[in-house]
Nanobody
Framework: QVQLVESGGGLVQAGGSLRLSCATS????????LGWYRQAPGKQRELVAT???????NYADSVKGRFTISRDNAKNTVYLQMNSLKPEDTAVYYC????????????WGQGTQVTVSS
C-alpha cells in the first residue's frame, strides 16, 4: 500500500519561510513525477510545483522565484522550500506522486495546512 506522508506545515508570518517534506513508502518500484498541489478554502486544488525523476521542475507563476521543489531519489522524498510567504499562500498543501507498484498510478498525501498571517 503506497503512502505519501507530508510534514512541515504550520503557521508563519508573511515574509517567513517553511519547508514541506513528503516521504513515500509501500511497495514502490519506481517514481516518475513528484509534486505539490494546494487547495485554499472555497477554491479548486491547484498545481504549485512538480519535479521529474530527472530533476526537471515546473512552477505555478504565483510561486516562481519564491518556492523551490527538490527530491531525494534515494529516500523517495520530495521537498518544497517556501520563502517570502504571502497570506494568499494559505492553503492545504498536498503531495502528489506518479508511482509504479504493480502498475503506474497517481497517489496523494493527506495534506498539511500552511497558514500565513499578515
Amino acid at each position: 500500500q503506497v503512502q505519501l506522508v507530508e510534514s512541515g506545515g504550520g503557521l508563519v508570518q508573511a515574509g517567513g519561510s517553511l519547508r514541506l517534506s513528503c516521504a513515500t513508502s509501500g511497495g514502490i518500484f519506481s517514481i516518475s513525477a513528484l509534486g505539490w498541489y494546494r487547495q485554499a478554502p472555497g477554491k479548486q486544488r491547484e498545481l504549485v510545483a512538480t519535479i521529474t525523476s530527472g530533476g526537471l521542475t515546473n512552477y505555478a507563476d504565483s510561486v516562481k522565484g519564491r518556492f523551490t521543489i527538490s527530491r531525494d531519489n534515494a529516500k523517495n522524498t520530495v521537498y518544497l522550500q517556501m520563502n517570502s510567504l504571502k497570506p494568499e499562500d494559505t492553503a492545504v498543501y498536498y503531495c502528489y506522486g506518479n508511482i509504479l507498484t504493480r502498475r503506474w498510478g497517481d497517489y496523494w498525501g493527506q495534506g498539511t495546512q500552511v497558514t500565513v498571517s499578515s
